[in-house]
Structures are given as C-alpha cells and as structure tokens.
C-alpha cells in the first residue's frame, strides 16, 4: 500500500496510523501530528481504492451504503499491511494508534470490528458503524475517541451514537465529541483528540 512512514522520538514510541477521508492522500492528515504527538512514528496510508479517480480504503455501493464484502476484504489487507510494516520499519505493533478522518475512520472502525490486536486506541473522526450485527472481539482496555458533528449531512447523529454504544458493549472506553461543524475536520475536535490522546494509559 503507497504510504508515508517518518520516525519518531524512538521506535518504542507509539505509531499513529493516518486514514485519509474519501479522495485525499497519505500527505492530508500529516499536519495533525503536531497537535496529536510530535514525538511519535507516523505511518500514514493512501486507501487502494478508487472510486472515479479518487482514493479509498473500500468500495460503496452508494453514499453511506458500504460494499461488506470489500470492507472485509481491504479491512484485512489493512491489518496485514500494518504487520509487515512493523517487520519493515521496526516500529512497536501494540503500539498503533490509528486517526482517521471519515472514509479512514471506517476503515479503522472495521480494524476494531474484526482484529482484537489491530490498535491500541484509534480517534475516529466523523466515522459511521462499519458493520451491524456482528460480535466484536473483545476490545477491553482499547482507548477510542469519536469527533462527531450534530449537522453532519453523511453521517446522522444516530450513526454516531450506534458506535459508540456497540463498541461499548465490547469493552472499549470510548469517548463521544461533538461539534456543530459538518462534517468536515476541525480545530475543535482536533484539540479534543489532543486532550483525549494525552489521558491514554
């Protein structure tokens, strides 16, 4: 997969794994390191889709109607990607924490979903439920932030509440942001990210 990895303060440090919303690349959440955690590695991935001309992590069948299949499929090429880049790059694979914007925040909800060892924590912005009617594993002691927007015209409320409530229920401390702002990515609940990233055990 066509990515960015950038060493941080050490190898031992934790790895923040960059998801890109629909049709952007692995250079546009580069920024929000420094907010996050200027110290840590960075393995920022561009999604292998595409979906007329833009980058994604998994195809849809329409506007907020995901492809399951494919979902499945790219959910595990994620996975597997991230165990051979922590061969590769040496970096601590408990260690990942993913942020990912929207398309990116699916495909790191469906990491939570289907792999228990995928990410130590992961701040999901504008993300919806990747998947209904499924058992989890269990994801106890899993840190994971969700920045939500109260007028998102793609992602409704509800989608929010669901996530929040079904990983829950399978262990994981979550954390529900709001902001008024769409859903578009913004200072707001990027310094929200900050604050919830610096309480993580």
Known sequence: MKHIFK????LDSPTLLLLH??????EDLLPLVDYID????VLSVRGNVSENG?????KRL???VFDEEDLIFRTKELYEFLDQAAK????????VIAVGY????NIAGSLLFHYQDSLRAASLHHPMVPRRGIDLPDLSGKGVFIAAGTNDPICPAQ?????KAILSGAGADVKLHWESQGHQLNLGEIKAAQDWYQQLD
């Open 88 to 95: 590769d790059y040496g970096f601590d694979r408990q260690n």
């Open 21 to 26: 919303g629909t049709g952007g690349t692995e």
């Open 38 to 41: 200027p110290t840590a590695n």
């Open 159 to 163: 989608e929010s509440e669901d996530l």
């Open 54 to 58: 833009m980058p994604r992590y998994f």
């Open 102 to 105: 929207s398309n990116g925040a």
């Open 7 to 10: 060493e941080g303060e050490s």
């Open 62 to 64: 329409a506007e907020g």
